[in-house]
């Protein structure tokens, strides 16, 4: 499955960030704010994201990502009563 590369821009992200990563089965991106990305840069850097993803140099691994995160993830502790 060939892993396609976004770059964005939008009016807002949450906690006054200016970029965000997101990511999903098969996509990988990047949301900036508008005020901060203009057209031809955000091309650019989908253009150099998916060379690196073409390449083999990133890639996703849904089954190693989700055991990971089951085996550090600590239990939230009971609210004392």
Known sequence: ???R????SVDSLPEGRR??????PGVVGLAFL???ISAELAEELQE????????GLWNQNWEWA???MLATTRPTPAPAS
Do not use: H, N, W, Y
């Open 48 to 55: 150099i994201m998916q060379a690196a993803l073409d390449a």
């Open 66 to 68: 989700v055991a990971m």
């Open 5 to 8: 590369a976004v770059v964005t």
């Open 19 to 24: 970029v965000a990563k997101f990511e999903g």
């Open 1 to 3: 499955m060939r892993i």
């Open 34 to 36: 508008k005020s901060e």
